[in-house]
């Protein structure tokens, strides 16, 4: 079945550590979204990307970093200078020219 | 900027009641608008989209109605079960390009009570 696998399910981060998180998709889609939830607040973009090689920063960028070498593949790296890191992560991915349709069943990132 | 209101934020009704769940949004200039739920602990499932043209979108049990001039949608949903049991997200996309510039709602949080 097509779909969107993020892992690990669950997380934890030490202090003035990088995780990362991976997003991989086997619908062919061209775009790949990360999306940030907390608690009491909508979903907020991280970063997105079109096309392989190429990506943008969303909303609340600062702190995160992604790569996108392959079609099928989006993660995102929380770095050290992310004060904050505690949340649900999303991946999500859409055709081009259409917002996300497909999300992954998230990421929960703690901090030890 | 894009601001979404989800009324009620919490529902708990019976099983086999019908049910509205509403969504207000303050740039009407929206290309369409997606319901999403999402269960606990879970991604998001895209329920309905309707685009601006259009007035209202059905799929089964749901039907989502779109008043874009009066910034307003709302998600019917029929004869519930406890498998509706979710949170339902509202997203208005606010242009034809930029399909990353979704604005998500809190959600309305449904207990469906058998």
């Known amino acids: 079945d097509g779909g969107i696998t993020q892992s690990p399910k669950y997380l934890f981060r030490k202090e003035g550590q990088n995780v990362t998180l991976s997003c991989e998709q086997n619908?062919?889609?061209?775009?790949m979204y990360w999306y940030r939830q907390d608690p009491g607040q909508g979903l907020r973009l991280i970063y997105y990307?079109?096309?392989?090689?190429?990506?943008q920063k969303g909303d609340i960028a600062e702190g995160y970093s992604v790569s996108r070498e392959k079609k099928e593949s989006f993660p995102l790296t929380v770095t050290s200078a992310q004060k904050n890191p505690t949340a649900f992560y999303l991946c999500?991915?859409?055709?081009?020219?259409?917002?996300?349709?497909?999300f992954g069943d998230g990421t929960r990132l703690s901090i030890l | 900027k894009q601001e979404v209101t989800q009324i009620p934020a919490a529902l708990s009704v019976p099983e086999g009641e019908n049910l509205v769940l509403n969504c207000s949004f303050t740039?009407?200039?929206?290309?369409?608008l997606q319901w999403f739920r999402q269960d606990p602990g879970k991604g998001l499932t895209s329920l309905l989209l309707?685009?601006?043209?259009?007035r209202e979108q059905t799929s089964g049990r749901l039907n989502a109605s779109l008043d874009k001039s009066s910034g307003r949608s709302t998600l019917y949903i029929a004869a519930s079960q406890p498998g509706d049991s979710a949170t339902y997200l509202c997203?208005?996309?606010?242009?034809?390009?930029?399909?990353?510039?979704?604005?998500f709602g809190t959600g309305t949080r449904l207990t469906i009570i058998p």
């Open positions: 999500a991915s859409s055709i081009l020219g259409m917002q996300p349709q497909h």
């Open positions: 740039d009407s200039a929206i290309y369409n």
């Open positions: 619908l062919n889609h061209d775009a």
């Open positions: 990307s079109q096309i392989v090689n190429d990506f």
């Open positions: 309707i685009q601006s043209s259009q």
């Open positions: 997203v208005p996309r606010v242009s034809n390009f930029g399909n990353e510039k979704l604005t």
